[in-house]
């Protein structure tokens, strides 16, 4: 099939100098390839072609006679490669089932199938269908690379605020955010501390008790910043990532663990802290 | 070998003598809460040659608020500012004073 679509010309010289050596050529070609389209049938387009245009240089090499004719042919098919199969593989398809009931019947069954598909794709070849099918494999068989980042796993649900009487505010779901974002409660704890100016503490339920009246919108914009300084990788973006704690330098890392690159991220500092409220009393 | 003798010339884990690494260069604009709505704006890790009685004195009278200035032990001299004047005073280091911006963070909600 391959040799047909490629090489019209070629294949009707062929065919009239000496058939009984092209049928034998050409017989083994379909095994081999569908072998190749296996392989790539997740994949683009464009590679089955250019393991097609393998298959079709060995033959040719394969073939007795090649002549300055030949290669002026090939040449030129290389510019009207698609016209010319779009036209050739309904015809070939049939041409090669026949081709392969003689073969045997084992070949039938997967090849068939093969053939089936490979006339869908001929006939649906606009850019859109292929693209949107290559996207469709890619988001079955691995999601990541399809750039979907909605998945659950990196929700980050809303900070949830409550007011406990009027100077505290609770903030109720820290831990869940935490847990969402693969970090040391602690850690972000410290750093909602430093960042807001205040101290606080963890009541019965693990919620968090700041001192200080705090908008949900307010802890969002400082949870940004966190996820910013220390849950996102710099080099892909990707939120999945690590920190440690190297004891020998006593440094953070953060080490993604999707690219696999490493980073030092600054410890929190508190910074200064301007005296609030009753001064202390001169000693 | 050429090209290894062209690599000698150059070390490019030289020290370039760019300090930027630096942590200590950070201008932090940090903001705390007072009692009931009322705030209160620190400026800490302003340059020394900058004269700052001179900066607080032009930017309580830009903002028309009170300010002073607190000597701390390890960070130095820190101006404050009452109410939230963050985004103005990280305004008035980039303008007035041709600070980078990337040197100063603001802290707080």
Redesign the interface.
Known sequence: MSDLGFDPTLKKKKKSKKPAEDSASASPAPSTDAGVEDMFAGLKKKKKSSSKKLADDLLDSASKSPSVEDLSDSLGDLTLKKKKKKSKTTVDTTDFEAQLEEAGVEDISTNGEEAEEEKEIVSGLSYQTLLSRFFDLLKVNNPELAGDRSGPKFRIPPPLCQRDGSKKTIFANVQEIATVLQRNPEHLIQFLF?????SGSIDGEKRLVL?????PK??E??LRRYILEYVTCKTCKSMNTELKRESANRLHFLSCKACGSTRSV?SIKT????Q??RRRRTE | MSTIQNLTSFDPFADTGDSEAQPTNYIHIRIQQRNGRKTLTTVQGVPNEYDLKKILKVLKKDFACNGNIVKDDELGEVIQLQGDQRVKVSEFLTTQLQLPKKNIKIHGF
């Open positions: 430093a960042e807001l100016g205040t001192k200080g009246k705090f908008q307010q802890m914009s400082v600054s910074g200064f802290q301007a609030i409220g």
